[in-house]
């Protein structure tokens, strides 16, 4: 899967959030907020292009502190999430 | 001829030549012009000829919206290529091209019909985009005046900004209208926000050249009953974000506008208006306003 084109990470009041700056997504009306966790993992996922669940979940174990399966929980229902609003694709 | 202008502090210059009906046509322009552009931060000049080079590639094409002006914004090497058309299906109006940094812009207007909302467009753009760095945000809104402070309405086109606007003029004493589509917001100096009138203002012709702090930002939102709520910052920064022209795909332009709504989120009160279109939803709204404390 890969990261949708036309989105930036950027912070706002010292928070992350996901804003659509392509022309690709001139109809995106949202703004998407996102923990420090969530935006490693958008960081992660526009670094590695083309990646798997598992790589995002190694990066993450390679960061933060976890178990496995937290990190891979974690990954999967953030990945779930951006799937269905259109920031990400397979 | 070359006129010049200062909108919202920002001088510009615009050249047509004698003869040209356009000349005629300005009458908008009027009170913003000013003897000699010292400062121009743009120029714009009529030409009769703006070629349209096979390589262009499209960056944005607008929405193919019957109601709305259509535009859209190519890339030819270094240049930027802007064609309008009064809305989709119409012939094209006009066509510009832009140097990178926009600072200077050459527009061919397409039918004599079209060419004042050719320029016009073509003088909105250069603006938006040529002060997305200046602190400067051109808005889609309509804004009243009310003990000195300004009130600006956003939403998409045909929620009834312009409505609400008619509404406070005819129920709140001491309303009136600095301008019904497309006010400058600017971020001064000393850091104070002020709202400016300005040439552009849709279908309504007020042209003020005049200036008044901010009050507030509102998002008017149609409903079955009226209720004012304040935004959460990060809604207010969505609010602001999908209000004003510029163009956020440009990296320097995202990220000059990206710093000017995180700084305003911080200053200014933003709100949403739940409303219907009657007496009821002036009195709710400006009741909430006019009590704002500094």
């Known amino acids: 899967m890969k990261a949708v084109k036309g989105f930036k990470l950027r912070t706002l009041l010292g928070e992350h959030i996901i804003v659509a700056d392509g022309p690709s997504q001139i109809n995106f009306n949202k703004i998407v907020m996102l923990n420090e966790t969530a935006a490693f993992i958008w960081q992660k996922l526009v670094d590695f292009g083309e990646c798997s669940l598992k790589d995002l979940t190694d990066a993450i174990l390679e960061e933060y502190e976890v178990d496995e399966p937290t990190a891979s929980q974690s990954v999967a229902s953030t990945i779930d999430q951006w799937k269905q609003i259109g920031l990400v694709e397979d | ?294």
């Open chain 2, 1 to 294: 001829m070359t006129n010049y202008y200062k909108v919202a502090g920002h001088e510009f210059g615009v050249s047509i030549p004698d003869g040209n009906p356009l000349c005629g046509q300005l009458s908008q322009y009027e009170p913003f012009r000013i003897e000699k552009g010292e400062n121009c931060i743009f120029e714009v000049e009529v030409v009769d000829k703006v070629d349209d080079p096979a390589d262009k590639e499209v960056v944005y094409a607008g929405p193919e919206d019957p109601e709305q002006p259509l535009v859209k914004l190519y890339k030819s090497g270094e240049k930027w290529i802007y064609e309008m058309a009064v809305c989709s299906g119409r012939p094209l109006a006009a066509r510009m091209e832009s140097n990178a940094a926009f600072t200077r812009g050459r527009v061919e207007t397409l039918s004599e019909k079209g060419a004042l909302f050719g320029l016009n467009n073509a003088l909105m753009l250069m603006f938006a985009f040529r002060t997305a760095g200046m602190n400067t945000l051109e808005m889609h809104a309509s804004v009243i005046v009310n003990g000195g402070k300004a009130f600006l309405w956003l939403a998409a086109s045909g929620t009834g900004k312009s409505t609400h606007s008619k509404l406070w003029l005819k129920h709140i004493p001491g309303s009136r209208l600095l301008n019904d589509d497309n006010p400058i917001v600017r971020i001064m100096d000393d850091g104070c926000v002020e709202v400016f009138g300005s040439p552009w203002s849709g279908k309504t012709p007020c042209y003020r050249n005049e200036h008044y702090p901010l009050g507030a930002f509102t998002r008017i939102r149609r409903a079955s009953f009226n209720k004012i709520s304040r935004l959460s910052n990060f809604e207010a920064y969505a609010l602001l974000y999908s209000s004003s022209s510029g163009f956020k795909t440009d990296p320097a332009m995202g990220d000059a506008l990206h710093a000017t709504f995180e700084q305003l989120v911080m200053k200014c009160p933003c709100y949403v208006l739940d409303c219907l279109p009657d007496e009821e939803a002036a009195r709710v709204s400006s009741a909430e306003l006019l009590s704002i404390k500094d």
